[in-house]
């Protein structure tokens, strides 16, 4: 049963255009100006979540193929194992910045640290710019000294999509997977298929047109339906153990249960954890409230496991 304290909270976010006297949630501006304007607005809101633990350390890493990418550290956890985090965002907004509280309650909780890399976004940058990045941030990774299987992938939301296309593009070069990936709330099929885009929409905090004008910002001239674009069309066989959540109140949540169902189908070890209630990626919210802590918890001992961490 959903707890009470969750209800209100989450009431609360979904509701909040109340609070502005607004009887409906504003659609979303995809004029290049609105998205700019909800990237500054995205990059602010994330200083009014708290302050980064003290004991989290940020260092800045050398520039990976020219993007800025940064690592969120503990100085007790080990150096030889790490959290690739891919950060959501609709493939439009969001970078390492505006993520590093929610990145920073994985790195406490697994025992890994994470390296966050700023992917180029849409519209300016469509795909494959974005897959480009991550298959680069991977080969520094291994460049670095770390091994594949000291590795582990997380994301949320488009990011978590993201991690599943790296995952097909590497696996079709041929190339050492990492030894497993969590994903939060991914967004794995841009042609919007799901019936969750229709039947949650009222319930679900994305604003109304954002979906539709990123999937054709982000897939630019490509087939939307292509599995580096839409991870959920492509061949999941072969794939490392994945964990995957989803709220039962978002719009992507039908992406994230017909992947765990292919991916399964295909002989992946896949875990799927939705959150009665819950909206989307509503892992990171920690221990704000009881369903938040528990999935933080459970992806964090899956991480710290699968990279060989038995703390």
Known sequence: MQSLKSKIILGLLIHSHYFRFRIKKPPFDSSLEGILKYRKKTEKAAGMFGKLPEDIIIKPEAPVSGRYTEWVTLPENSSSKAILWFHGGFYMIGSPQSHRLHVAKFVKGSGLNALVFDYRLAPEHPFPAALDDALSAYSFLIASGFQPRDIVFAGDSAGGGLCLATLLALKEKGLALPAAAAVLSPWTDLLLTGQSHQTNKRRCFSPEGCAESASTYYAGNHDKADPKISPLYGDLNGLPPLHISAG????????????????????????????????????????????????????????????????
């Open 248 to 311: 039962s109140n978002e719009t992507l949540l039908d992406d994230a249960v017909r992947f765990a169902g292919k991916a399964e189908k295909a002989g992946t070890d896949v875990t799927l954890i939705i959150g009665e209630g819950m909206c989307h990626c509503y892992p990171v919210f920690g221990s704000l409230f009881r369903e938040s802590e528990e999935a933080l918890k459970d992806i964090c001992r899956f991480l710290g496991n699968h990279a060989g961490n038995d703390s």
